[in-house]
């Protein structure tokens, strides 16, 4: 972007931490409904929602970015945001769903390598900003391209109906 030009972003809370996400990357914000589980998926995948008529996976995105489990549990008033990654949708399970608003090219700093545990390849940046810090993520690269396939493979199974019995934590 040039200097002096503004990037549009959806902020979120995740416990005590505010993310921001290019609005572009935001498909819609849902009520959180608890995703149907997939087996032999990883445990930061709570399973999949069926949005548009397309089976979306859930990412729990406090144990994706290790973050501490809370008392407040989405069914309380989490949000799942789909986000567009290329020509696919992920859901991400937040807390809440703060604003839309303008952020300054100027105002993002660079990433450092590592920020609370989050490799700098998920960051765009970050932003300070009305006495918060916020962590601006790189939707894109929310996943690594191994962990696409693992997906991918799993969501061919769910939609061939070949997803086989039980699903995490089942017995």
Avoid: C
């Avoid at 090219?105 to 810090?133: D, H, M, N, T």
Wanted: net charge negative; hydrophobic share 45%; glycine share 10%.
């Amino acid at each position: 972007m040039s200097v002096g030009t503004a990037q549009q972003v959806v902020t979120f809370r995740l416990a005590d931490d505010y993310f921001a996400a290019d609005i572009f990357a935001v498909e819609r914000v849902l009520r959180y409904t608890r995703p149907t589980s997939v087996p032999n998926l990883p445990d930061w995948v709570d399973g999949v929602i069926e949005y548009q008529g397309r089976v979306v996976p859930v990412i729990d995105l406090r144990r994706r970015f290790s973050i501490a489990e809370s008392e407040v549990r989405p069914e309380t008033g989490g949000r799942i945001i789909v986000f567009a990654v290329g020509d696919d949708w992920i859901g991400g399970v937040v807390d809440a769903v703060q604003e839309v608003m303008m952020l300054p090219e100027a105002q993002i700093a660079p990433p450092p390598p590592l920020f609370r545990g989050l490799s700098a390849e998920y960051l765009r940046g970050l932003v300070r900003r009305e006495g918060k810090l916020f962590i601006f993520l790189e939707v894109q690269r929310l996943l690594t391209a191994t962990e696409v396939l693992v997906l991918e493979r799993a969501l061919k199974d769910v939609r061939d109906g070949h997803a086989g019995g039980g699903g995490k934590g089942d017995a």
